[in-house]
């Protein structure tokens, strides 16, 4: 399913954070064999797609109406750690949710971090990437 552009090597660990192998967490999903059951379940997918530069499973993973053409990813920025902060609904049984996360990075040997509160919806029942509002 995935294709990537400039891949980087699969990480032992997965970098969601959750206490699993990439090959048995994100990497599932990543790979077309299940698909996110909760928006915060996309959200750490979606950032172990950054981490792992998987531009497929990124575009596929977002809103087709406010999907970009592709995803630029900078060669040196590395994703290092996901904090989840909270969420609002997002379950199995709804249709919208929220995830509140930051992102930890670094980039040319500065550590940095995105903070955001992002939204995601169900379209044709899998859980999808719609937008985000990230904090100053």
Known sequence: MSKRRNPRPEPQACPCGLPATYAD???RLHRGQARATTAEQLMRSR???FAVNDE????DSW???TRPADVEFDPAMRWERLEILGATAGGPFHTEGTVEFRAHYRARGAAGVLQENSRFRRDHGHW????GVIAD
């Open 25 to 27: 967490c994100c990497g």
């Open 47 to 49: 950032f172990s797609a």
């Open 63 to 65: 809103d087709p109406e």
């Open 56 to 59: 497929a499973y990124l575009l």
């Open 128 to 131: 999808v990437y719609l937008d």
